[in-house]
C-alpha cells in the first residue's frame, strides 16, 4: 500500500470536467492504450491535495494492476469516486480512503472505500442517474452527475461499475475494466 496524507481537507466543488465527461458519443471505446492505474491514482491524489483546505484524510493505495482503455477518461473516474469519498468522510475524525483491486471470476475490480456517512442499499437504483442525490445540498455539496459520469465512462469501456454501502460505516464503488495488460 502506498499511504497519501492529505493535509488540510474540505469539501471544494467544481472539479468535475462535465463538459469533458458528458459531450463524448455514444458507443464502446476502442482503444488499446495500457493505463498505468497507480499513476492516475497519484495524479488525482495530487490534484486533491492541491484544490482541498480544512481537514486531514488518510488515501490508502494499493498497487493496481494496469487496464486498457482512455487513460484521460479512467482517471475522470478515479477523480470522481476518490473526491465522493473525501467529501462523504470529511465529518469523520479518522477519514480513511482505499482505492485498491483484486480479481473475481477472470474479470479485474478496481475499488474506492471510504468510512464516510455510507447510504440505505435500498436506493441503489438512483446511485448512478444524472441529478439522482440521496443527500441535500445542505448535507453535502455537489451537482448529482459524478456517478452518472462514473457510469458511463466505465460502460464506454465495456466494464461495469455498482456499490456496496451501510448508512453511517461508508461505501465501496466498485468498477471493471475489461482486456488487462499486465501489472
Known amino acids: 500500500f502506498e499511504r ?5 481537507l474540505s469539501y471544494h466543488p467544481g472539479n468535475v470536467k462535465l463538459c469533458e465527461s458528458t459531450g463524448i458519443p455514444g458507443g464502446l471505446l476502442r482503444l488499446v492504450i495500457r493505463i498505468d492505474m497507480n499513476s492516475l491514482v497519484s495524479e488525482v491524489v495530487e490534484t486533491l491535495k492541491s484544490s482541498h483546505a480544512g481537514a486531514k484524510a488518510d488515501i490508502h493505495a494499493a498497487v493496481l494492476p494496469a487496464a486498457q482503455g ?5 482517471r475522470q473516474v478515479l477523480a470522481n469516486l476518490l473526491e465522493n469519498a473525501v467529501k462523504f468522510s470529511r465529518n469523520k475524525s479518522d477519514r480513511r480512503i ?6 473475481r471470476d477472470g474479470e479485474q475490480v ?4 471510504d468510512n464516510g456517512v ?4 435500498k436506493y441503489h437504483d438512483k446511485l448512478f442517474g444524472v441529478f439522482q442525490r440521496l443527500v441535500t445540498d445542505r448535507e453535502f455539496e455537489g451537482t448529482g452527475v459524478g456517478l452518472a459520469i462514473v457510469h458511463r465512462l466505465v460502460t464506454r469501456h465495456g466494464g461495469r461499475v455498482w456499490a456496496e454501502s451501510r448508512p453511517g460505516e461508508g461505501a465501496t464503488f466498485y468498477f471493471t475494466l475489461p482486456g488487462r495488460s499486465g501489472s
Open 110 to 113: 478496481y475499488f474506492v472505500k
Open 98 to 103: 482505499e482505492a485498491g483491486s483484486f480479481e
Open 70 to 74: 482512455d487513460p484521460s477518461l479512467i
Open 4 to 8: 497519501f496524507t492529505l493535509e488540510g
Open 118 to 121: 455510507g447510504f440505505d442499499m
